[in-house]
């Protein structure tokens, strides 16, 4: 079953501006991931934030993890029309399967001049 | 030089027919993955290998057969193809046994079955 939802689904926003998007998930994890993909692209890593960890930063990018509300989010400060894309969370198990990601429904974000 | 590369970018078929989906990495990864995006954006693990050994299999039909000749490529062959089949499959790859590993995906195979 699907195991992540991100809201908002879509979200525009002005170059300049900061973009907020969120993740839930439902079972136990042990890391979660954003990844993000460009129209008619394959998926790129961005950030990879540990079940122990509570945030994590890279460049513009600044992710949030909350365990106990199964939840996570995705922070990219001053936005650029380059950030245009999708983004997807995708968690890791911990059930001792490698390597399996599940991922979440995904955001579209649009980032206008 | 592309570290995970799929072959064909674009396939169009008909129904019934059957495909092949060719993938290979030159990460010196151990483990790759099939995954299904459907029209949603909607993204799903089909399969794993690792070291040729298939380790995940999820609930797929048994159309979809994955074939692995070395750690390098994994290679999907499709059955009986369905309008359903419709997707665009990624191929992806890591390293083996490190939980806070990252997958690297290839650019996509845009399937059409009419």
């Known amino acids: 079953s699907q195991q992540g939802e991100e809201d908002p689904q879509a979200l525009s926003i002005q170059e300049g501006e900061n973009a907020t998007m969120n993740c839930s998930y439902k079972?136990?994890?042990?890391?979660l991931q954003w990844y993000r993909q460009n129209s008619g692209r394959g998926l790129v890593h961005l950030i990879l934030i540990r079940s122990n960890e509570r945030e994590k930063h890279s460049g513009r990018l600044r992710v949030t993890l909350d365990t106990s509300k199964k939840s996570s989010s995705l922070l990219i400060t001053a936005s650029r029309a380059a950030d245009t894309a999708s983004y997807f969370c995708a968690t890791a198990d911990d059930t001792g399967t490698a390597s399996k990601l599940t991922f979440g429904t995904g955001t579209r974000l649009q980032v206008t001049l | 030089d592309t570290a995970v590369s799929q072959t064909p970018k674009y396939l169009v078929t008909q129904m019934g027919n059957d495909k092949s989906i060719k993938c290979e990495q030159n990460l010196g990864h151990d483990t790759m993955y099939w995954y299904k995006q459907d029209s949603k954006k909607f993204l799903k693990i089909m399969f794993s290998?690792?070291?040729?050994?298939?380790?995940i299999n999820e609930t797929v039909p048994n159309r979809f057969s994955p074939k692995s000749p070395d750690k390098a490529h994994l290679n999907l062959h499709i059955n009986s193809l369905e309008l359903g089949d419709s997707a665009v499959y990624f191929c992806?790859?890591?390293?083996?046994?490190?939980?806070?590993?990252?997958?690297?995906f290839g650019p996509g195979t845009r399937l059409l079955v009419l």
């Open positions: 290998y690792n070291n040729k050994e298939l380790i």
């Open positions: 079972t136990s994890i042990n890391n």
């Open positions: 992806a790859s890591t390293e083996y046994y490190s939980y806070q590993e990252t997958q690297y």
